[in-house]
């Protein structure tokens, strides 16, 4: 099993899982956020954020997952409020109209929280609508196996650097 670890997020891989754990480039006036990719197929160069570019590429025993961290502001507001990220889903939190791209027999769940003081996204999408009651474990054991740190405090103000 690999490990991964950066910017406060760690996965130890399950079995058949590859990913990536990083900050996009600034773009002027914007702030980057860690993000990490879990794929069960080879993942592309260019990836979004929340999988364009890899969800077409899914066969129906695949599974595409994204931890997506949000700024600090978003701490406290409510739809970060579940204190916690989700560990074990159902077959039943998947489906289709739950994707950002509807892709024909694909499925997907999404839930926000906070872990750590620091407000996420879990975004995954299963290659298989109809086979989710086998995929959707392997994506437990992908939950399993992620941890989030508290943001380091800076040495002048004692806030968050958050990149």
């Known amino acids: ?43 592309p160069q260019e990836v979004a954020d929340f ?7 899914m066969g129906p025993n695949d599974i595409f997952a994204v931890l997506f961290e949000y700024g600090p502001e978003s701490v406290g507001k ?5 204190q916690g990220m ?3 889903l159902s077959a039943g939190d998947f489906r289709p109209t739950l994707l950002r791209r509807g892709l024909g027999g694909q499925s997907g769940t999404q839930w926000f929280f906070t872990e750590a003081g620091r407000p996420f996204t879990f975004y995954a999408v299963l290659g298989s609508h109809a086979r989710r009651g086998v995929l959707v474990p392997r994506v437990n054991s992908l939950l399993a196996a992620l ?11 004692g806030a968050a650097p958050w990149n």
Do not use: D, K, Y
């Open 1 to 43: 099993m690999a490990m991964l670890r950066a910017h406060g997020l760690a996965a130890t891989l399950p079995e058949g899982f590859e990913g990536r754990i990083f900050v996009r480039p600034h773009l002027e006036g914007e702030i980057a956020h860690p993000v990490a990719h879990f794929a069960t197929f080879p993942l």
């Open 51 to 57: 999988g364009g570019g890899a969800v077409t590429l």
């Open 78 to 82: 409510e739809l970060f409020a579940r």
């Open 86 to 88: 989700q560990r074990s």
């Open 147 to 157: 941890s989030v740190s508290p943001p380091p405090l800076s040495p002048n103000s």
